[in-house]
C-alpha cells in the first residue's frame, strides 16, 4: 500500500510534512471557528448542549449562526484526528527506520498530552480534545504493529460500532419528541458570574459530563487516527495518490448538502448525525482538497506559509485561542457572552475574526525567532527527561 520510493525521497517527505503542517493549522483555526460559539453562549458549554441558538437571537441572525456553525460543526475535529493519526504514523515510521522499539518513548510523550490536555481541561476549556487524543494515540500506538489488512478491518470495524451508537441516539431523540430545544439552565451562571477559580471549580464539579463526549466519539476517534495513517501510506499526498485524492474529494462533495441540511434544519437529532456521521466524511473532502492543492500550486504562498506557521505551534495555538476567547466572553473577562447576548452573532463572527488574526500573527512572529512554539518547548523538554 506505501509507495516505498515516493516516501523514501527526502524532497517528497518534505513537502509531504508541509501539507500536513497546512492541514493541521487549518484543523487548529476550524476548531476555533467551532468553539466560538460555545464561548459566546451566556451559558457556555451547558447552554450550547440545550439551546444553542439564544432565546433572544432574531430569527434571520438565528439562521445565519445555524449555517455558520454548521460550516465548522465536526469537519475540523475530524480533520485534526486524521491529523494527528499522521503523526503517530510518521513517528513509528521513524522509529522503526533507527532501529528503535515502538511504541517505547510515544507513551511517555502521550502520557504529557494527556497532562497538556489536563490543564487545558481545567483552566481553560472544558471541551478539550487533547485528553482524548492521547489515550486514542496510545492504542493506536499498538495498532501500528499489526498488519495493513488487519488496520483495514479495524477502521471499518471502529467505524460501524460509532454509526451503530450514533444512529441508535438519533432515532432514540426522535422517538422520544426530544428533537426541539430544551430550557435554558436556571441558577447562578458560572460563566457571567464566576470568577476564573469558579470556571475551574465548576469543571471539576461537572468533569463526568463534560468528558462525555470523548468516550462517545472514542470509536471513531480510534477510526480516524488509523484512517490517516493509512492514507499517509497510500500517498494521499504524493502526485500517484491522485485516485484516492479523487474518491475522498467525490465523497467530501457528496456529504456537503447533507451535512448542510442536518446542521441547519435537523434540530439535536440532526445536529448530533450532522456533527458524528457527516461531518468526518466532509473532512475527507477537505484533506484531499488541501493535499491536492499542495500538489499543484506548493506551499509556499501567503495563506499556506501561515497555516503551516499555525500548524507547527499547534499545542501552543490550540491553548492559547481558547484562553483568549474565554478572556474576550467569560465574566472574569470582557463579559461579552451577557453584554453583548443581543448582537452574539456579528459580534462571535468579528471575534473569531480577530482571534485568527491574532493567533497567525503571533506563530508567525514567534516562528521568527525560535524553532518551536513555547508549549512544544516544554513539551519537548519534559520528553528528553524520560
Same mark, same amino acid.
Given at each position: 500500500?506505501?509507495?516505498?520510493?515516493?516516501?523514501?525521497?527526502?524532497?517528497?517527505?518534505?513537502?509531504?510534512?508541509?501539507?500536513?503542517?497546512?492541514?493541521?493549522?487549518?484543523?487548529?483555526?476550524?476548531?476555533?471557528?467551532?468553539?466560538?460559539?460555545?464561548?459566546?453562549?451566556?451559558?457556555?458549554?451547558?447552554?450550547?448542549?440545550?439551546?444553542?441558538?439564544?432565546?433572544?437571537?432574531?430569527?434571520?441572525?438565528?439562521?445565519?449562526?445555524?449555517?455558520?456553525?454548521?460550516?465548522?460543526?465536526?469537519?475540523?475535529?475530524?480533520?485534526?484526528?486524521?491529523?494527528?493519526?499522521?503523526?503517530?504514523?510518521?513517528?513509528?515510521?521513524?522509529?522503526?527506520?533507527?532501529?528503535?522499539?515502538?511504541?517505547?518513548?510515544?507513551?511517555?510523550?502521550?502520557?504529557?498530552?494527556?497532562?497538556?490536555?489536563?490543564?487545558?481541561?481545567?483552566?481553560?476549556?472544558?471541551?478539550?480534545?487533547?485528553?482524548?487524543?492521547?489515550?486514542?494515540?496510545?492504542?493506536?500506538?499498538?495498532?501500528?504493529?499489526?498488519?495493513?489488512?488487519?488496520?483495514?478491518?479495524?477502521?471499518?470495524?471502529?467505524?460501524?460500532?460509532?454509526?451503530?451508537?450514533?444512529?441508535?441516539?438519533?432515532?432514540?431523540?426522535?422517538?422520544?419528541?426530544?428533537?426541539?430545544?430544551?430550557?435554558?439552565?436556571?441558577?447562578?451562571?458560572?460563566?457571567?458570574?464566576?470568577?476564573?477559580?469558579?470556571?475551574?471549580?465548576?469543571?471539576?464539579?461537572?468533569?463526568?459530563?463534560?468528558?462525555?463526549?470523548? $468516550?462517545?466519539? #472514542?470509536?471513531?476517534?480510534?477510526?480516524?487516527? =488509523? /484512517?490517516?495513517? @493509512?492514507? %499517509?501510506? !497510500?500517498? +494521499?499526498? &504524493?502526485?500517484?495518490?491522485?485516485?484516492?485524492?479523487?474518491?475522498?474529494?467525490?465523497?467530501?462533495?457528496?456529504?456537503?448538502?447533507?451535512? $448542510?441540511?442536518? #446542521?441547519?434544519?435537523?434540530?439535536?437529532?440532526? =445536529? /448530533?448525525?450532522? @456533527?458524528? %456521521?457527516? !461531518?468526518? +466524511?466532509? &473532512?475527507?473532502?477537505?484533506?484531499?482538497?488541501?493535499?491536492?492543492?499542495?500538489?499543484?500550486?506548493?506551499?509556499?504562498?501567503?495563506?499556506?506559509?501561515?497555516?503551516?506557521?499555525?500548524?507547527?505551534?499547534?499545542?501552543?495555538?490550540?491553548?492559547?485561542?481558547?484562553?483568549?476567547?474565554?478572556?474576550?466572553?467569560?465574566?472574569?473577562?470582557?463579559?461579552?457572552?451577557?453584554?453583548?447576548?443581543?448582537?452574539?452573532?456579528?459580534?462571535?463572527?468579528?471575534?473569531?475574526?480577530?482571534?485568527?488574526?491574532?493567533?497567525?500573527?503571533?506563530?508567525?512572529?514567534?516562528?521568527?525567532?525560535?524553532?518551536?512554539?513555547?508549549?512544544?518547548?516544554?513539551?519537548?523538554?519534559?520528553?528528553?527527561?524520560?
Amino acid at each position: 500500500m506505501t509507495n516505498t520510493n515516493v516516501l523514501s525521497t527526502g524532497s517528497t517527505r518534505t513537502a509531504r510534512i508541509a501539507a500536513i503542517d497546512v492541514l493541521r493549522g487549518i484543523a487548529i483555526i476550524g476548531t476555533l471557528g467551532t468553539n466560538i460559539w460555545v464561548f459566546s453562549h451566556p451559558w457556555g458549554l451547558l447552554g450550547m448542549l440545550s439551546a444553542p441558538v439564544t432565546p433572544e437571537t432574531p430569527d434571520a441572525a438565528a439562521v445565519v449562526q445555524l449555517v455558520l456553525m454548521t460550516l465548522a460543526q465536526g469537519k475540523f475535529l475530524a480533520l485534526l484526528s486524521l491529523v494527528f493519526g499522521m503523526g503517530v504514523a510518521i513517528q513509528h515510521g521513524a522509529a522503526v527506520r533507527r532501529g528503535m522499539r515502538w511504541p517505547g518513548r510515544y507513551l511517555w510523550r502521550a502520557t504529557l498530552l494527556f497532562l497538556d490536555g489536563a490543564i487545558n481541561y481545567v483552566l481553560i476549556a472544558e471541551f478539550d480534545v487533547l485528553m482524548g487524543y492521547a489515550v486514542t494515540g496510545a492504542v493506536v500506538a499498538y495498532l501500528l504493529l499489526t498488519s495493513p489488512r488487519a488496520q483495514r478491518g479495524m477502521i471499518i470495524i471502529f467505524g460501524s460500532l460509532h454509526v451503530i451508537v450514533i444512529t441508535g441516539i438519533v432515532a432514540a431523540i426522535v422517538l422520544t419528541g426530544a428533537n426541539a430545544d430544551a430550557t435554558l439552565p436556571n441558577g447562578r451562571n458560572p460563566y457571567t458570574d464566576g470568577s476564573f477559580l469558579d470556571l475551574v471549580l465548576f469543571r471539576l464539579d461537572k468533569l463526568v459530563l463534560f468528558r462525555a463526549e470523548a $468516550v462517545l466519539i #472514542g470509536f471513531l476517534a480510534l477510526a480516524l487516527f =488509523l /484512517l490517516g495513517a @493509512r492514507l %499517509l501510506g !497510500a500517498g +494521499v499526498f &504524493a502526485p500517484e495518490g491522485a485516485r484516492l485524492r479523487r474518491r475522498l474529494l467525490v465523497a467530501g462533495a457528496i456529504a456537503v448538502p447533507v451535512d $448542510v441540511v442536518l #446542521g441547519v434544519a435537523g434540530g439535536t437529532a440532526g =445536529l /448530533l448525525a450532522e @456533527r458524528y %456521521l457527516v !461531518a468526518p +466524511v466532509v &473532512a475527507l473532502g477537505i484533506l484531499a482538497l488541501v493535499a491536492e492543492l499542495s500538489l499543484r500550486l506548493g506551499t509556499d504562498g501567503w495563506i499556506s506559509r501561515r497555516a503551516r506557521e499555525v500548524g507547527r505551534v499547534a499545542l501552543s495555538a490550540y491553548m492559547l485561542q481558547n484562553l483568549l476567547a474565554g478572556a474576550l466572553f467569560y465574566g472574569w473577562g470582557l463579559g461579552l457572552a451577557e453584554s453583548a447576548a443581543d448582537v452574539r452573532v456579528p459580534v462571535t463572527v468579528a471575534a473569531f475574526v480577530v482571534l485568527t488574526a491574532v493567533i497567525t500573527a503571533l506563530a508567525h512572529l514567534w516562528l521568527r525567532r525560535f524553532e518551536l512554539g513555547p508549549v512544544e518547548w516544554l513539551w519537548k523538554r519534559a520528553a528528553q527527561l524520560r
